[in-house]
Every structure is written in structure tokens, then in C-alpha cells.
């Protein structure tokens, strides 16, 4: 199994920019999620997915999207990046919230 | 919605010695208390996790106590050792009605050979 993957691994997009940050998982896991993470902040929730076709937002949505047509994919939208976006972004999957999240290697964005 | 705090933010041991970091949360309906190991370059990793319907659990050199009565939480390090030195983060969730995690902000350890 490769777990959780991410890509790409590092990207910097200017202000304005879109872009999507790919995740996929082959845990056949109902449960992912999308996390940013800056110093001194924590890991903060983006968006969820209890399953294919079903997503919701998290703690700090504004400014991304998100769509699950698959179990594996979970792909997370930028739609026009600013500044305030830029971080280390991981995604997770898991049986459930009360069970063990998987995390990927994190992409890192800088936007400028 | 919850709150998970995490103290302290920064925390610096001798090896061999024990470390005990803290969390306390917010919502009485969370139930479920994971604990997370992030070594430089990686994404978390579950070290050891607790269910509101225990108290302490262990694992090796790794413990979790929890009181629900006060809402907090805290992992215990023993014997720590170099490979220990990471960042660590608690986290609340619940498997009724809410379906988030929430984490805590993290507490950077490092083990002092």
C-alpha cells in the first residue's frame, strides 16, 4: 500500500493564481480531510469528507474548494491564491474521526 | 465548536528524563484523544490514543491519562531518548455528531543527549 500520497511536494504560485493540490489514498477509507499547518498555529481543518459525494468545510474554508467523486481522491482547490494561503498543507484519511488519521508527506506553498 | 490548548509550546529534556506534555478541550461531547509524533519533513504520525471511557492507557515508554471531569489530557514520556526530540500534537474528537478533529498547537520536544 502506498498510504496516503500528495502531490506536488513543493509549489509557488503569485497572487492570483490557481492551482489544485492532489491527494489520494488506497485504504479505502470513507473519512478524509485537509489540514494546514502554520508555526505556532496547529494543524487547522480545511474541508472533510465522510465519503464519495459528501464534503464539508472545516475551521478555515475560505479560499478553497473541494470535491470527492471517488473514494481514493480528494483533491483541494485553490481558486485564486493569496499570500495569507501560503503553508504546509496535509491531507489525511482514516476510517473515521475516532480512529487513527493516515497523513501524507504535506505539500508546501508559498504564494507571492 | 471545540477548542483543544496544549502547553507547553516548547519543551527541553535530558535523556532519560520524563516529559509530560498537557492538553485541556472544550466540548464534553468529545470521546476520542489521539496523540501525534511530527518528525521534521513528515506528516503526523498517531503515537498512542485514549477513549472517554478509560483513564490511563500505556504503551511501552508512552502513557495518556485523561479526566473527563476537568477536560484535560496529558502524554507522558518516559525514559526519553534522542529519537524522541519531534513535535507533538493532542487532538479532541468525537464519533457522535461531530465529525472533526480538532488539534491542539503543538509542543516542540527536544531531547538534550
Known amino acids: 500500500n502506498a498510504g496516503v500520497t500528495q502531490t506536488p511536494k513543493f509549489q509557488v504560485l503569485k497572487t492570483g493564481q490557481s492551482m489544485t493540490l492532489q491527494c489520494a489514498q488506497d485504504?479505502?477509507?470513507?473519512?478524509m480531510s485537509w489540514y494546514r499547518q502554520d508555526p505556532g498555529m496547529g494543524l487547522r481543518l480545511i474541508h472533510y469528507s465522510v465519503g464519495a459525494g459528501i464534503t464539508d468545510q472545516g475551521e478555515v474554508p475560505n479560499g478553497y474548494n473541494v470535491s470527492r467523486s471517488t473514494t481514493e481522491d480528494f483533491p483541494l482547490r485553490l481558486l485564486s491564491a493569496a499570500p495569507s494561503q501560503t503553508s504546509v498543507y496535509f491531507c489525511a484519511s482514516s476510517i473515521g474521526t475516532d480512529y487513527e488519521q493516515y497523513f501524507g508527506p504535506g505539500t508546501r506553498l508559498t504564494v507571492t | 465548536g471545540e477548542n483543544v490548548e496544549q502547553h507547553p509550546s516548547t519543551l527541553s529534556v535530558q535523556e532519560g528524563d520524563s516529559a509530560v506534555i498537557k492538553c485541556t478541550y472544550s466540548d464534553s461531547a468529545s470521546n476520542y484523544f489521539p496523540w501525534y509524533k511530527q518528525e521534521l519533513g513528515k506528516g503526523p504520525q498517531l503515537i498512542i490514543d485514549?477513549?472517554?471511557?478509560?483513564g490511563e492507557k500505556k504503551d511501552q515508554r508512552i502513557a495518556v491519562t485523561l479526566n473527563k471531569t476537568a477536560k484535560h489530557f496529558s502524554l507522558h514520556i518516559t525514559e526519553t531518548q534522542p529519537e524522541d526530540s519531534a513535535v507533538y500534537f493532542c487532538a479532541a474528537g468525537s464519533n457522535f455528531g461531530n465529525e472533526k478533529l480538532t488539534f491542539g498547537t503543538g509542543t516542540r520536544l527536544t531531547i538534550i543527549p
Open positions: 485514549i477513549r472517554s471511557n478509560v
Open positions: 485504504m479505502n477509507h470513507e473519512y
